[in-house]
């Protein structure tokens, strides 16, 4: 059985082709995500001290499957095989990660750390963040970018705060550290930036370097799949932020406004003959008793998205792109020159 791992980086479409491509891939050629990989999320958790029996117990597990699944594909995606929490760490992933999986091909996804970083800060935003606003999220300080190693902190009321070291977003060592693991030859780089140009090469292409040689299903791209918020959402999101931390409220709950919408099954979807009055009424009562600002947020992104580049503040912008365009001169060292974006190395 051929293993394929996609490792991400999030935030470079891996969730759109987790939730539409991939799942419709062919049975009989590709097994992906089976329920034995939901055990990663405790084996990856770099917070966890690791035994020797619980990595033995995972490959005796994936080897049982690969005896029943002799000519399939395992298709694993899990953007924590070199990512924990919210900050890249491929040092100890790839060991984590070959440790798990001795014998795989390894799939990357990479973007522009400019553009990434913006989406992430907005994701972050998007799961209970925002405090001190962007520039604290890069640790932005008279203007130059810190370099403390970043941080991940919660205060006694609940609020998160992530601070980057944008020195240590490195795509260099991303990729390095996973090609020193499996060897150049396992370990493929795709690039966000290639999906915008042309989402369809793009897909035909991720499905030829997983083998998939069977019929790629046809995909609708105008889907906002976990699409960030707003430049307004965001500024929103901070002034409220900064508001009730002074005065010392504690904020929604996120994840408990999650697991309500599950456990009481509150969906837009459910067609209106369905939506009885005493539906609507649990709705309502659940919407404005523990719906987060980040809901209300989202329904005005449905109906206008006002959007801007936040970094446009304090020359955050063009800074940015000179370390990064410098760093990514690394890349050369072990990717072809005519495969990587030109902005990655070039003003």
């Not at 008279?142 to 970043?150: A, D, E, H, M």
């Amino acid at each position: 059985m051929k293993i394929v791992l996609f490792v991400g980086l999030p935030k470079t479409a891996t969730t759109f082709f987790e939730l539409n491509l991939f799942p419709e891939l062919d049975e009989n050629e590709v097994i992906f995500n089976p329920p034995l990989m939901e055990k990663l999320s405790y084996l990856l958790d770099t917070k966890n001290d690791l035994k020797d029996n619980d990595i033995n117990n995972f490959k005796s597990e994936v080897a049982a499957l690969a005896r029943k699944n002799n000519n399939k594909i395992l298709l694993v995606v899990n953007e924590h095989l070199g990512y924990w929490d919210w900050l890249p760490d491929p040092k100890i992933g790839s060991e984590r990660t070959k440790s798990l999986f001795p014998d795989a091909k390894i799939l990357i996804s990479l973007r522009f750390q400019r553009d990434w970083l913006l989406s992430l800060y907005k994701h972050s935003i998007d799961t209970g963040g925002g405090y001190g606003g962007i520039k604290r999220f890069l640790d932005y300080k008279n203007g130059s970018f810190q370099s403390k190693g970043g941080k991940i902190e919660y205060n006694d009321i609940g609020y998160r705060d992530i601070v980057v070291d944008v020195f240590n977003i490195n795509w260099h060592l991303f990729v390095n550290c996973f090609i020193e693991k499996y060897g150049r030859e396992s370990v493929q780089v795709m690039f966000f930036e290639n999906f915008l140009e042309n989402k369809i090469s793009f897909t035909e292409n991720l499905c030829r370097t997983i083998g998939i040689m069977s019929e790629i299903p046809m995909l609708s791209f105008h889907k906002k799949i976990n699409r960030s918020p707003s430049a307004l959402s965001c500024i929103i999101c901070e002034l409220q932020r900064a508001v009730i931390l002074k005065l010392r409220i504690k904020p929604r709950s996120i994840q408990e406004w999650n697991e309500i919408v599950k456990k009481n099954k509150l969906s837009r979807s459910i067609s209106g003959n369905k939506k009885s009055f005493k539906y609507l009424c649990k709705v309502t009562y659940y919407v404005l008793t523990k719906a987060p600002l980040q809901f209300f947020l989202k329904l005005l992104d449905e109906l206008i998205y006002i959007d801007w580049n936040l970094l446009n503040r304090n020359k955050m912008d063009s800074n940015l792109i000179k370390i990064y365009q410098t760093m990514n001169k690394d890349l050369l060292e072990i990717l072809d020159e005519a495969k990587i974006p030109a902005r990655y190395i070039k003003s």
